[in-house]
Each structure stands twice: as structure tokens, then as C-alpha cells.
């Protein structure tokens, strides 16, 4: 898998967050201060924001830009999703991240078109 360093990151940052929550669960049952438990939540809340980002930003813009590849390998320049191709591989950069997910899917898409026809 192509996207296995970034993968084990997340998981890391999922496993650490389960492990905060849990901390907070802790607090809660043995009666801490409101205050400590309100600092707990803006540290989950941090490190729930990098898991976040480390999703959104790193692991979905990598996949996206591997189909691209894949895509672009795959149409001769004259496919019919050629237009749509070019015009995703030229707005890459710029794509808001929100869109990056569902580009993916139109990427898969097309990639599985291009199979059949070049089979």
C-alpha cells in the first residue's frame, strides 16, 4: 500500500486519543476539578486536530494524487474523460479539501472505465 507510513501515523493518533479519553473517563469517576478535566479536553481536542489533519490533509491529497496518476497513464489523451482529467490534475493544488474525497471516487471511476477499455 502505497499509503502505509501515513496509515500507522493515524492509527497511532487514534490509539493515543482512546487512550485520552479514557484518561478523562478516569477524572470524571474520581471527582477531579472541572478545570483539570476542561485541560484534558483541549489536549484531546489538539491531538483529535492533527488526526484530523493527517487525514484529510496528508492521506486523502496522496490518494488522490496517486488516481491521478494512475488515471492520466491509463487515457491516451483522447478518452472520453479526458477533459475532466485534465481539469482535476491542473486544480489539484488548489482543490478544497472537502471536494477531495469525492474527486477520489469520480477518479475510481474512471479509472475502472479505462481498464475495461484497454483490456
Known amino acids: 500500500m502505497e499509503l502505509f507510513e501515513e496509515i500507522k501515523s493515524l492509527k497511532k493518533h487514534l490509539h493515543y486519543l482512546k487512550g485520552q479519553i479514557e484518561g478523562v473517563e478516569k477524572m470524571i469517576d474520581n471527582g477531579k476539578s472541572i478545570h483539570d478535566i476542561y485541560i484534558q479536553f483541549k489536549a484531546l481536542q489538539g491531538t483529535l486536530d492533527k488526526a ?4 484529510l490533509e496528508e492521506i486523502l491529497r496522496k490518494e488522490l494524487a496517486l488516481k491521478i496518476v494512475k ?3 491509463a487515457c491516451p489523451g483522447d478518452c472520453d474523460d479526458a477533459g475532466k482529467i485534465k481539469y482535476v490534475k491542473k486544480e ?3 482543490l478544497e479539501i472537502k ?6 471516487s469520480e477518479m475510481d471511476k474512471i479509472e475502472s ?3 475495461k477499455l484497454n483490456n
Request: glycine share 0%; net charge neutral.
Open 52 to 55: 484530523s489533519y493527517l487525514l
Open 71 to 73: 488515471v492520466v497513464d
Open 92 to 94: 489539484f493544488p488548489n
Open 99 to 104: 471536494r477531495v474525497a469525492s474527486i477520489i
Open 113 to 115: 472505465r479505462l481498464e
